[in-house]
C-alpha cells in the first residue's frame, strides 16, 4: 500500500489547509473551484451541446451533452453523469474538463446533469433531478447522436450515490431501460465505521468530519439515510439491477462501503466488475494533471464499457 508519489507530494503541500467541516456554505463550494486547477490542459471533444430540462417538480435543470472525437460505435452508447461534491457543492464547469476525457476515453456520449444541489434542495431533490434527467436522455438519446438502448447511469462519490440510486429508482418505476452502472469511488452508505474510514480518515483529502458534513447537507432529517434511494447499501433488494462497474481509490474513507456494494450487486446476481486504483485517493478523476497515474481511472472506464458494448455495438 503506497500512495501514488505525486499524490504523496500533493497532501504534502496541502495539508495546512483548513478542513471541509470548518468552512461556511459559501467557503466550502469556493474551495471546490480549486479542482480545475488539477485537471490538466482543457481535452478537446467532437461537440458540446448543452439542454433544458423540466423535473418532476416542474423546475428546469441543464444537461451537457459532450460527444467524443472517435465514438464507440454510431450511434454511440450514452453515460448519464452526476457530478461528485458532497451533494452540496460543484457544477457543470468543475466537471467539464473530466466529461470531455470520459467521453473520449470510452466512446460514449456522456451527458453531465447540473442538479439541483442540497442543503438549498435536500434528499431526495437532487436524486429526483438526476432521475428526470436520465429519463430525458433516454426519449432523447437519438437526438444527441446516442443509442436509447444502451444507456449508462455514472457519477463519482455523491454523484457514485445517485447513480445508484438511480439505477433502482429506475428497476423500481419501470424505466427507463439502464443497462450499466459506471461508480467511481461513490457513496453508497449512511455510515462511518468502516476499517478504510479508520485507516484513512486524516491526511488523504477526504474524512469522516467531512462526510459527516455532507450528510447533514443532504439530508432533512437522519432517518432518511435508511433509505434505499439514500444509502443503496442498505438495500434489501439489489435484484435485477443494471451490470456494474465500480472503482474505488485504495486511499479513500469510501472504500470499503465501494466494495460492500459491489460485492453485495454479485450476490444478487448482478454481473459486477470491482476495480480498486492502487495509490488513488478520493476524487481522482480530477487529478490528470498533477498526477498522470490517475488516467488509469479513464483506461479502466474505456475497458469496461468496450467489453460491455464492444465495437459491434451489441449490448
Same mark, same amino acid.
Given at each position: 500500500?503506497?500512495?501514488?508519489? @505525486?499524490?504523496?507530494?500533493?497532501? #504534502?503541500?496541502?495539508?495546512?489547509?483548513?478542513?471541509?467541516?470548518?468552512?461556511?456554505?459559501?467557503?466550502?463550494?469556493?474551495?471546490? #473551484?480549486?479542482?480545475?486547477?488539477?485537471?490538466?490542459?482543457?481535452?478537446?471533444?467532437?461537440?458540446?451541446?448543452?439542454?433544458?430540462?423540466?423535473?418532476?417538480?416542474?423546475?428546469?435543470?441543464?444537461?451537457?451533452?459532450?460527444?467524443?472525437?472517435?465514438?464507440?460505435?454510431?450511434?454511440?452508447?450514452?453515460?448519464?453523469?452526476?457530478?461528485?461534491?458532497?451533494?452540496?457543492?460543484?457544477?457543470?464547469? @468543475?466537471?467539464?474538463?473530466?466529461?470531455?476525457?470520459?467521453?473520449?476515453?470510452?466512446?460514449?456520449?456522456?451527458?453531465?446533469?447540473?442538479?439541483?444541489?442540497?442543503?438549498?434542495?435536500?434528499?431526495?431533490?437532487?436524486?429526483?433531478?438526476?432521475?428526470?434527467?436520465?429519463?430525458?436522455?433516454?426519449?432523447?438519446?437519438?437526438?444527441?447522436?446516442?443509442?436509447?438502448?444502451?444507456?449508462?447511469?455514472?457519477?463519482?462519490?455523491?454523484?457514485?450515490?445517485?447513480?445508484?440510486?438511480?439505477?433502482?429508482?429506475?428497476?423500481?418505476?419501470?424505466?427507463?431501460?439502464?443497462?450499466?452502472?459506471?461508480?467511481?469511488?461513490?457513496?453508497?452508505?449512511?455510515?462511518? &465505521?468502516? &476499517?478504510?474510514?479508520?485507516?484513512?480518515?486524516?491526511?488523504?483529502?477526504?474524512?469522516?468530519?467531512?462526510?459527516?458534513?455532507?450528510?447533514?447537507?443532504?439530508?432533512?432529517?437522519?432517518?432518511?439515510?435508511?433509505?434505499?434511494?439514500?444509502?443503496?447499501?442498505?438495500?434489501?433488494?439489489?435484484?435485477?439491477?443494471?451490470?456494474?462497474?465500480?472503482?474505488?481509490?485504495?486511499?479513500?474513507?469510501?472504500?470499503?462501503?465501494?466494495?460492500?456494494?459491489?460485492?453485495?450487486?454479485? &450476490?444478487?446476481?448482478?454481473?459486477?466488475?470491482?476495480?480498486?486504483?492502487?495509490?488513488?485517493?478520493?476524487?481522482?478523476?480530477?487529478?490528470?494533471?498533477?498526477?498522470?497515474?490517475?488516467?488509469?481511472?479513464?483506461?479502466?472506464?474505456? &475497458?469496461?464499457? #468496450?467489453?460491455?458494448?464492444? #465495437?459491434?455495438?451489441?449490448?
Amino acid at each position: 500500500m503506497t500512495l501514488d508519489p @505525486d499524490i504523496a507530494a500533493f497532501l #504534502k503541500r496541502t495539508a495546512s489547509a483548513p478542513p471541509l467541516e470548518s468552512l461556511s456554505l459559501e467557503e466550502a463550494r469556493a474551495a471546490s #473551484k480549486g479542482l480545475v486547477q488539477l485537471q490538466g490542459p482543457t481535452e478537446q471533444v467532437a461537440q458540446i451541446n448543452t439542454f433544458s430540462v423540466s423535473t418532476v417538480d416542474g423546475a428546469a435543470i441543464l444537461v451537457r451533452i459532450y460527444r467524443p472525437i472517435i465514438p464507440l460505435s454510431d450511434p454511440a452508447p450514452v453515460i448519464v453523469f452526476a457530478h461528485g461534491g458532497g451533494w452540496f457543492r460543484c457544477t457543470l464547469d @468543475d466537471y467539464d474538463n473530466p466529461c470531455r476525457s470520459l467521453a473520449n476515453a470510452t466512446g460514449c456520449v456522456v451527458a453531465s446533469v447540473d442538479y439541483r444541489l442540497a442543503p438549498e434542495f435536500k434528499f431526495p431533490t437532487p436524486l429526483e433531478d438526476y432521475y428526470a434527467a436520465v429519463s430525458w436522455v433516454a426519449a432523447n438519446a437519438q437526438r444527441i447522436g446516442g443509442d436509447p438502448s444502451r444507456l449508462i447511469v455514472a457519477g463519482d462519490s455523491a454523484g457514485g450515490n445517485l447513480a445508484a440510486a438511480a439505477a433502482s429508482m429506475a428497476r423500481d418505476r419501470n424505466g427507463p431501460n439502464i443497462v450499466h452502472q459506471l461508480l467511481f469511488y461513490p457513496v453508497t452508505n449512511f455510515g462511518f &465505521e468502516t &476499517e478504510s474510514y479508520e485507516a484513512f480518515d486524516t491526511g488523504h483529502m477526504l474524512t469522516r468530519a467531512a462526510m459527516k458534513a455532507c450528510w447533514s447537507y443532504y439530508l432533512a432529517d437522519i432517518a432518511d439515510g435508511g433509505s434505499p434511494y439514500a444509502s443503496p447499501l442498505r438495500s434489501q433488494n439489489l435484484a435485477g439491477l443494471p451490470s456494474a462497474t465500480i472503482l474505488t481509490a485504495e486511499f479513500d474513507p469510501l472504500r470499503d462501503e465501494g466494495e460492500q456494494y459491489a460485492r453485495r450487486l454479485c &450476490e444478487a446476481g448482478v454481473a459486477t466488475q470491482l476495480r480498486r486504483l492502487s495509490g488513488m485517493i478520493h476524487v481522482c478523476i480530477h487529478f490528470l494533471g498533477m498526477a498522470p497515474a490517475s488516467r488509469v481511472l479513464f483506461d479502466i472506464s474505456r &475497458e469496461a464499457i #468496450k467489453a460491455r458494448f464492444g #465495437k459491434s455495438g451489441a449490448s
